[in-house]
């Protein structure tokens, strides 16, 4: 194992920021962990756990040692007649993930093809696109508490999931992380995930409630697509409405579509009827943070060389060079900016998905 010292992080940030780890460690393994935690002064110390760099804005050099994940396989681990199981590891890249499980015949996963981000960090954030979220397909993880050497266990309960949020965002009491523990804490600066399964229905039913993919439907005059057909469109739908990081640094949706009250909503109504909105079964409604961007004008606009998205006002892009990046300041200071746009026209408050570093 070897510890890199003043690594460059603009390659491995798909905003592709320029910044640079203090430190950093491959990790291949479980093992490697372990071993890890042994060296002189890694037990108990911070870290920052650095997968495909999708959802996170640096600002700055990264002080704590990176964990730079690359536990790769796939695997079924069981089959019965409710569901495919099936097991990848947390190095892997989200998107080769789904595509492996339909090659080898398990669907359920389609909705959510094209996410960037690594195995290890879906579960960290809830994704979800498309009418289905991680929570939805998940079935247990395993990781390393990097304060004890523990090696644990967690099902979908203990994760606490909630829209784009988990254990693993949340700190926590410095306690031994079990099953009755692991409910009542937050594992954020302590778990290391490591393996990440997934449970697949079966029979398998297709998810086709969101707008996009139901006019695709629609247009197609397919009454009955199976799992690849929709796994085709949500390509297809993404990639029509969102930069491709490899061209355009990005970090996905920047901000979280945010819940308001039936009363609140039905006020907004009566000013934007026009307004993006999707009922909650708990009563509360979805606003779409995308719409709320662009009725402030932002789409297209720039702050230095951050900007907003001239086909999704929910995307914030890089409009700098690999030579002269923009910074995660500017980047900061333009979601700030959207922010106080928003809150002043809709008295609503934006929260950013991407973690800053």
Not at 50 to 61: A, M, Q
Not at 156 to 161: E, H, K, L, R, S
Not at 223 to 235: M, S
Not at 246 to 268: L, M, Y
Request: aromatic share 8%.
């Amino acid at each position: 194992m070897v510890v890199e010292k003043n690594v460059p992080l603009q390659p491995w940030n798909t905003f592709g920021i320029a910044a640079r780890a203090t430190s950093l460690v491959r990790i291949h393994s479980v093992s490697d962990l372990l071993r890890l935690r042994e060296q002189p002064g890694v037990s108990g110390a911070p870290f920052f756990v650095l997968g495909g760099g999708s959802n996170i804005v640096l600002t700055g050099d990264v002080k704590p040692l990176v964990l730079k994940m690359e536990i790769k396989g796939f695997r079924l681990v069981e089959e019965t007649p409710k569901a495919w199981i099936v097991e990848a590891g947390a190095g892997e890249l989200w998107h080769d993930c789904v595509a492996w499980t339909l090659r080898h015949g398990f669907p359920g996963l389609e909705n959510l093809a094209l996410i960037p981000g690594t195995v290890g960090a879906s579960p960290v954030q809830n994704i979800g696109a498309y009418g289905v979220e991680l929570q939805d397909r998940f079935d247990s993880l395993d990781a390393v508490d990097m304060q004890t050497g523990q090696t644990f266990t967690l099902n979908a309960g203990q994760c606490g999931f909630g829209y784009r949020d988990s254990v693993f965002k949340h700190g926590g009491p410095s306690v031994s992380v079990d099953a009755g523990d692991s409910r009542n804490m937050g594992l954020a600066g302590r778990a290391v995930i490591t393996h990440v399964r997934f449970r697949l229905p079966r029979p398998w039913k297709p998810v086709l409630g969101y707008l996009d993919l139901a006019r695709r439907q629609e247009e197609s005059g397919i009454a009955e697509p199976d799992a690849l057909q929709i796994f085709d469109w949500v390509c297809d739908i993404r990639r029509s409405k969102l930069p491709d990081p490899a061209v355009v640094g990005n970090a996905g949706s920047f901000f979280k579509n945010p819940t308001v009250s039936e009363d609140q909503c039905r006020d907004i109504i009566a000013r934007e009827p026009r307004i993006v909105h999707y009922p909650m079964p708990d009563g509360s409604v979805k606003l779409a943070a995308g719409w709320l961007i662009d009725a402030c004008g932002w789409r297209g606009k720039t702050i230095g060389k951050a900007g907003v998205y001239e086909k999704q006002a929910l995307v914030l892009v890089n409009r700098g060079t690999p030579a002269d990046s923009v910074t995660g300041g500017e980047v900061m200071t333009l979601a700030k900016a959207i922010q106080t746009s928003v809150y002043e026209r809709f008295g609503i408050r934006l929260e950013p998905e991407p973690v800053v570093v």
